[in-house]
């Protein structure tokens, strides 16, 4: 291009560079409209905020059921421990009682 201005076309030279001023053009509108505002910025954020708000309620949850789930869990197991032993220590009592004396 410059060689043809070096050569006084300008006439040309003019014509190519509107043909690229105008595929620019086209581009930037194309693109411009799909570009995000501050106010599609402000409110993509709220709606991340309160996804994450209700993430985080949704852990709490889920932490707060496996924990009285554990403690009824481990209470179950605890009293059945309890009354084997309690069960056990009956038979081994019964067992002492009725074997013979030597």
């Known amino acids: 291009m410059e060689s043809d201005i070096a050569n006084g ?6 014509r190519q560079m509107d043909r690229r001023l105008t595929v620019l053009e086209t581009r930037f509108d194309t693109i411009l409209p ?7 910025l402000a409110q993509l954020e709220m709606r991340v905020i309160t996804e ?3 993430s985080i309620a949704g852990v709490h949850k889920w932490l707060a059921a ?5 403690l009824l869990g481990f209470g179950g197991m605890s009293l059945t421990m309890l009354s084997l032993i309690n069960s056990l220590a009956d038979r081994v009592e019964q ?8």
């Not at 496996?66 to 554990?70: L, R, S």
């Not at 002492?96 to 030597?102: C, F």
Request: glycine residues 0%; hydrophobic residues 45%; proline residues 3%.
């Open 66 to 70: 496996m924990a009285i789930a554990m």
């Open 9 to 14: 076309d300008h006439d040309d030279y003019i």
């Open 34 to 40: 799909t570009l995000a505002t501050k106010a599609d």
């Open 52 to 54: 994450l708000h209700k």
């Open 95 to 102: 067992a002492v009682l009725t074997q013979p004396r030597r």
